[in-house]
């Protein structure tokens, strides 16, 4: 199956902790990118990474940091989660020579507490 | 900040209505236009899409139409279903990494 896989579903976490979510694409796309959705809907990207090149929203509060092996696989990792932090964690890839269709994985969805 | 002005933000329609959402940008170098469905639960899929040198495309009951000029787009549903019950998102884009959603249509169609 071709397709963004995305791992935990949900988490729950206190605040001050460190939480790191897995995300793999199947579809042999060169780039991903991690988005935010908070409880309004909004989407916001917060990173676009392929292998020779990062971009990070410069929004995005230094505690986000995104973690790759291989062109298949971004991680998103949170240092010290704070309340605000709480949403869904969208995940994506597309190709960066392309129109920028994009897959989206299900998402996580991180409460803190 | 570069933005995508879509509207409206919630949207009830009877089934077999037609449904049509709009959404307005700023920035002249976009040149691909994709609007996506969300179902809860679930990621965007990608619904339909056009590029700037288009100024329709239809997808069986769904046509998304582009006004280069007054930099717009919107997205027509006909014999809106039940099914079709979604949050839309509509963007726009230059390249793979210069992408702005706008803010989303929550979709209701009544049986």
């Known amino acids: 199956e071709t397709a963004v896989f995305q791992t935990p579903n949900y988490h729950v976490t206190q605040v001050g902790n460190e939480v790191s979510f897995n995300c793999k694409q199947t579809l042999g796309h060169d780039t991903m990118y991690w988005y935010k959705q908070d409880s309004k809907k909004l989407l916001k990207i917060m990173f676009s990474?392929?292998?020779?090149?990062?971009?990070v929203n410069e929004t995005v509060p230094r505690r986000f940091s995104p973690q790759s092996s291989d062109k298949a696989h971004l991680n998103l990792r949170i240092k010290s989660v704070e309340p605000e932090d709480s949403a869904v964690y969208l995940c994506?890839?597309?190709?960066?020579?392309?129109?920028?269709?994009?897959?989206f994985g299900p998402g996580t969805r991180l409460t803190v507490l | 900040q570069q933005q995508v002005r879509q509207s409206p933000q919630s949207l009830t329609v009877w089934e077999g209505g037609t449904t049509v959402l709009t959404c307005s940008y700023e920035?002249?170098?976009?040149?691909?236009f994709p609007w996506y469905q969300q179902f809860p639960g679930e990621g965007p899929a990608l619904l339909i899409s056009?590029?700037?040198?288009?100024d329709k495309k239809e997808d069986g009951r769904f046509t998304t139409f582009f006004n280069k000029r007054e930099k717009k787009l919107s997205l027509h549903i006909i014999d809106s279903q039940p099914g079709d019950s979604a949050t839309y998102f509509c963007?726009?884009?230059?390249?793979?990494?210069?992408?702005?959603f706008g803010k989303g249509t929550h979709l209701h169609v009544l049986p």
């Open positions: 994506a890839s597309g190709d960066w020579g392309g129109y920028a269709e994009q897959f």
């Open positions: 963007a726009a884009s230059e390249g793979a990494y210069k992408v702005i």
């Open positions: 990474y392929n292998n020779k090149q990062l971009i």
């Open positions: 920035d002249s170098t976009f040149n691909y």
């Open positions: 056009i590029l700037s040198v288009s």
